[in-house]
């Protein structure tokens, strides 16, 4: 009888296994549950991957506005998060702005018959290159973008004889490996600021809020396209008596669309009648 009991005793902790609750995988779901950004951040990227066909009229410039929109929405977003979280720095969405312009480039070429690559490996003079998106059709190179929040390494060096001189590099780098004319090569800007005021105003009449006609910009002015001016509200014109550290207004979807109309530099429409010109020119 001893041995029997002994030998409940020790089977019946594994019975009970089977049927309470096991606290250790209930605390990690609990975790898990807790927060739902990995969930928002694959619908993120699953929404990227479903394209719709965007016809691109530069007098209606809906695909800029759409573009100036997302930006701005989710920049307000994370000025929002920034005073409920109490963060001090925002982050940095450079990726993201990558793959959004990349994104209506798709929907707009895609029906065209035009393929974009991101990051691929190009082999240059003095290494691997890998630029930001690489535009194909027919199974042949026909451009390429370098997408930049930011003018970053290249801003222009004002003691330097050629202030430009990084950037016309880096498009003559990108021609050559692509095997592209360097005129078939170009970047895209977020917005002209943060440079200098000199390349400010050859793009943004800062003072008549308005963008300034491309005509007559030199080479490498002429191959880069900023497209917005302040896409963050955080810098709007707001109440200075207002600590933005600690303080958001209430922005609608409607005021950022109507920002959008506004606030347009160069129009991303005007960039895809660039791509489709060279496309038919070159294949």
């Known amino acids: 009888m001893d041995k029997l009991l002994s030998r409940k005793r020790c089977i019946a902790p594994a019975e009970q296994q089977l049927t309470m609750p096991n606290k250790k995988t209930d605390a990690v779901r609990k975790a898990v549950n807790a927060c739902a950004l990995s969930l928002h951040y694959d619908e993120m990227f699953r929404s990227l991957s479903k394209l719709s066909p965007l016809p691109y009229e530069s007098n209606d410039r809906s695909i800029s506005k759409a573009l100036y929109f997302q930006l701005a929405k989710m920049k307000y977003a994370g000025w929002k998060h920034r005073v409920a979280f109490h963060r001090a720095r925002k982050h940095s969405i450079a990726d993201v702005f990558q793959d959004l312009v990349a994104f209506y480039l798709r929907c707009a070429l895609g029906r065209l018959g035009f393929e974009l690559v991101l990051e691929t490996s190009l082999k240059g003079e003095d290494g691997t290159l890998h630029p930001d998106i690489l535009v194909r059709?027919?199974?042949?190179?026909?451009?390429?973008?370098?997408?930049?929040?930011?003018?970053?390494?290249?801003?222009?060096?004002?003691?330097?004889?050629?202030?430009?001189?990084?950037?016309?590099?880096?498009l003559n780098e990108v021609a050559h490996a692509a095997g592209v004319p360097v005129e078939h090569?170009?970047?895209?800007?977020?917005?002209?600021?943060?440079?200098?005021?000199?390349?400010?105003?050859?793009?943004?009449?800062?003072?008549?809020?308005?963008?300034?006609?491309?005509?007559?910009?030199?080479?490498?002015?002429?191959?880069i396209y900023p497209l917005f001016w302040v896409t963050d509200p955080y810098y709007w014109a707001w109440p200075k008596v207002k600590d933005k550290g600690q303080w958001c207004p209430d922005i609608s979807d409607d005021e950022l669309l109507s920002q959008a109309g506004d606030r347009i530099v160069t129009p991303l429409e005007d960039v895809i009648a660039r791509i489709v010109e060279i496309g038919l020119t070159a294949t």
Request: charged share 35%; net charge positive; proline share 4%.
């Open 137 to 170: 059709k027919s199974g042949k190179n026909i451009c390429v973008i370098e997408v930049k929040t930011t003018i970053g390494f290249a801003r222009p060096d004002e003691k330097a004889v050629d202030k430009y001189l990084a950037l016309k590099e880096r």
């Open 185 to 223: 090569t170009f970047y895209i800007f977020e917005e002209p600021a943060n440079v200098t005021a000199e390349f400010r105003d050859a793009f943004w009449d800062k003072k008549g809020h308005r963008a300034m006609s491309r005509d007559g910009l030199m080479f490498p002015l002429s191959q």
